[in-house]
């Protein structure tokens, strides 16, 4: 017997899916449609377009694209000969932030689809805004300082809605939306995250929004879990209307739309988990079910998360709250300059990342006090609005020293911006494409001074939403299973790959973390 659950993460850069088998508990099934080469009519690059609109540079994505990847992708399965009829339950996780704009057209479509077209086709003229302003758009500072200054000040707005009001959550992008395309956003009849946009597409229905996903948006009371009135007021007219309910991560509200039966072989039963975002099902692929250790995720954006059990939010504004799927909170701070800064030192220096990694074998830990503030692009932590690399004590001209100096910075930089969270890690999990390299890792594990596990699994938002569907599609059934049943077969950290810090590095990088703090707060007041 067959009793498979599937995960879907809808990422900046793909679409993915991880199927596990839990009866047999292991991974059966994965596959990832690349959106810049399997869909290459889009034009994206890393997933995402950048343009100018109403004056402001903005970096949005088509959702479209992101419609025609899930056709592409259940077409790849089905010529894999994979088994539909045996999924008994669908999760999913989403690119946080990204919001989606729908016209009235978009009720009659979900009901319209059938197995005569495609996605793409049925979809095509619902969109009130054709693109869909993601994680990376930096251009709603104006909007930030409005919501801020009528919620009374950045603590008021975090302690509300969990975290201050930034450039890329969806609230200060609606209200931006609204300001410049006021007929446009008179048109919307539902906005959607990305995370509720693709499984009301999987069930023919509007779909809530998870707490998770929710409260990266700057418009739920994260305390009380509901829709915050006055931050609503505060960010555009009639905006409740337009916002689907609030639901736990755990909820089931529907089956599986006719279409992907008829199309594809699912079975009528097929229950559709809502879906939560992509820093929320990292914290379960990860197994982080309760407070103690940290995660770092190395992807496009880096991240460092972890489970708190009260509401504790950043007083300095640096850091957000977010619900977890097990109904705790989950603390995060959020790089923007990532794999992005990774990628442009390679770049920069004609490297591949073999080379990338000797460099930093090749090099001193410590960097002989040559430090790097890798701010490529305008960074989250801390807040930066103008790009710009800075160095001291560094020769733009030396390649590996430039290697070593970016990755030290982004290591140093997680550890000071998350002593707001009040704990130092016992371990921390590296997740993300970036952590098969072990020469990162022992930067990690020697800034942080504790043991690092490297996941077997890089695609920890993936694996997150298929045992979130499992974990929901147990309950739904009156047979609940304890997330550590759920998580353990899946995300236990494989001891061979521990890397233990260095000793001899530890003390130089607690001195070397204060030279950085200063080099940091001396560029902040420029």
């Known amino acids: 017997m067959k009793r498979y659950f599937m995960g879907l993460d809808s990422s900046t850069q793909s679409l993915s899916v991880l199927v596990i088998d839990g009866i047999e508990k292991k991974v059966v099934y994965t596959h990832s449609i690349n959106f810049d080469t399997d869909l290459p009519a889009y034009k994206t690059q890393h997933g995402s377009l950048e343009f100018a609109e109403a004056g402001e540079k903005v970096v949005h994505a088509p959702p479209l694209m992101w419609l025609e990847a899930l056709d592409l992708l259940l077409s790849h399965m089905e010529k894999d000969g994979f088994d539909f009829s045996a999924v008994c339950s669908i999760s999913g996780s989403g690119q946080q932030h990204g919001s989606v704009y729908l016209n009235a057209s978009y009720d009659d479509a979900l009901a319209g689809m059938n197995d005569q077209t495609d996605l793409k086709t049925a979809f095509a003229h619902v969109f009130s805004r054709d693109t869909a302003p993601i994680w990376r758009d930096s251009s709603t500072s104006a909007e930030c300082a409005e919501i801020t200054d009528a919620l009374g000040g950045p603590d008021a707005v975090a302690q509300l809605t ?124 990860l197994g982080l079910t309760s407070p103690g250790i940290f995660a770092i995720s190395l992807g496009t954006s880096d991240t460092c ?76 932590v801390p807040h930066v609005l103008d790009a710009g690399v800075r160095r001291k004590n560094l020769d733009e001209s030396d390649a590996k020293a430039n290697v070593r100096a970016c990755v030290e910075a982004q290591m140093m930089s997680m550890r000071i911006h998350s002593e707001w969270m009040g704990v130092r890690p016992s ?79 530890v003390a130089m990088y607690d001195r070397l973390v204060e030279l950085y703090r200063a080099f940091e707060k001396d560029a902040l007041s420029i």
Not at 341 to 364: G, S, V
Request: hydrophobic letters at 40%.
């Open 162 to 285: 969990g975290s201050s009001a930034f450039e890329r959550f969806t609230g200060p992008q609606i209200r931006a939306f609204y300001k410049r395309f006021p007929a446009a956003y008179a048109e919307t009849k539902h906005i959607a995250l990305v995370s509720s946009f693709l499984p009301s597409i999987l069930a023919g229905k509007i779909t809530p929004i998870d707490f998770g996903d929710g409260a990266g948006m700057n418009l739920m009371d994260i305390q009380n879990r509901i829709w915050a009135p006055d931050a609503l007021a505060a960010t555009a007219p009639d905006l409740i209307c337009k916002l689907p309910p609030l639901a736990p991560s755990d909820a089931i509200p529907y089956t599986i739309a006719p279409y992907f039966v008829q199309k594809y072989g699912f079975s009528e039963s097929t229950a559709i988990n809502v879906w939560s975002g992509d820093n929320p099902c990292s914290l379960i692929g």
């Open 305 to 380: 998360f972890g489970v708190m059990g009260d509401c504790r939010v950043s007083s300095s504004g640096e850091g957000h709250v977010f619900v977890s799927p097990t109904g705790d909170y989950m603390s995060l701070i959020c790089y923007k300059n990532g794999s992005i800064a990774r990628e442009r030192i390679r770049d920069a220096y004609d490297l591949d990342w073999k080379t990338f990694t000797e460099a930093m074998l090749d090099t001193p830990a410590g960097n002989k006090n040559g430090m790097m503030l890798p701010w490529f692009e305008p960074e989250i």
């Open 427 to 505: 371990s921390i999990y590296a997740t993300g494409g970036a952590s098969v390299d072990m020469a990162i890792l022992q930067i990690m594990a020697d800034v942080n001074n504790c043991s690092v596990y490297r996941q077997s699994i890089t695609s920890s938002a993936t694996l997150g939403a298929a045992l979130r569907a499992w974990f929901a599609w147990q309950k739904a059934n009156r047979d609940p299973l304890p997330w550590e049943a759920v998580c353990g077969p899946f995300c236990k950290p494989d001891p061979a790959t521990q890397i233990c810090p260095k000793p001899e590095n």
